[in-house]
T-cell receptor
Framework: DAGVIQSPRHEVTEMGQEVTLRCKPI?????LFWYRQTMMRGLELLIYFNNNVPIDDSGMPEDRFSAKMPNASFSTLKIQPSEPRDSAVYFC????????????FGPGTRLTVT | GENVEQHPSTLSVQEGDSAVIKCTYS??????FPWYKQELGKRPQLIIDIRSNVGEKKDQRIAVTLNKTAKHFSLHITETQPEDSAVYFCAASHGNNRLAFGKGNQVVVIP
């Protein structure tokens, strides 16, 4: 298995632009997590899905952030409009469901908003 | 919600010495405690985990101990090597399959 796949790996955009981050979880994993990592806040859980259904989005910073999981093999995290304070590394992770299991992280997307 | 704290934030050790990182958590219902290692510019990767039905688990040079009464668990690295230099994150289960992460410890192994 190729592991969790994320794209793009790097994204530089101007303030106000829309940004879409993509994730493909490990095949057979039914739970998917989006995290944001910064020096100040560490690893923050933004939202997670179970069987393609959003379970908890309380970590989503504000309405500018939205996430979807249209099928078991694809998820997106969208920021519209983007702001400089959104600059961070965004990780997607997946795991088995039905309990608490190891989460496998993707390589991350480094987002820079100027 | 679950609150996970790690101490110390930075730890420097001489190569060959041991390193110990401690984590505390607040949710007494937590029952799964993983440790992740993140090298510079890389993704976090699981190095060891423990469930609440055991008190200690060992894997070669690393071990994790759990004290559920005191709500803390620790990572022990023996015979440290330069490749052990990284940021280490502890986490505790929170709810059905969520993890709450600590803010990380920077471990520097001095050759």
């Amino acid at each position: 298995d190729a592991g969790v796949i994320q794209s793009p790996r790097h994204e530089v955009t101007e303030m106000g632009q829309e940004v879409t981050l993509r994730c493909k979880p490990i095949s057979g994993h039914n739970s998917l997590f989006w995290y944001r990592q910064t020096m100040m806040r560490g690893l923050e859980l933004l939202i997670y899905f179970n069987n393609n259904v959003p379970i908890d989005d309380s970590g989503m910073p504000e309405d500018r952030f939205s996430a979807k999981m249209p099928n078991a093999s694809f998820s997106t995290l969208k920021i519209q409009p983007s702001e400089p304070r959104d600059s961070a590394v965004y990780f997607c992770a997946s795991s088995q469901s039905g309990g608490v299991y190891e989460q496998y992280f993707g390589p991350g997307t480094r987002l820079t908003v100027t | 919600g679950e609150n996970v704290e790690q101490h110390p934030s930075t730890l420097s050790v001489q190569e060959g010495d041991s390193a110990v990182i401690k984590c505390t958590y607040s949710d007494s219902a937590s029952n799964y405690f993983p440790w992740y290692k993140q090298e510079l510019g890389k993704r976090p990767q699981l190095i060891i985990d423990i469930r609440s039905n055991v008190g200690e688990k060992k894997d070669q040079r690393i071990a994790v101990t759990l004290n559920k009464t005191a709500k803390h668990f620790s990572l022990h690295i023996t015979e440290t090597q330069p490749e052990d230099s990284a940021v280490y994150f502890c986490a505790a289960s929170h709810g059905n399959n969520r993890l709450a992460f600590g803010k990380g410890n920077q471990v520097v192994v001095i050759p």
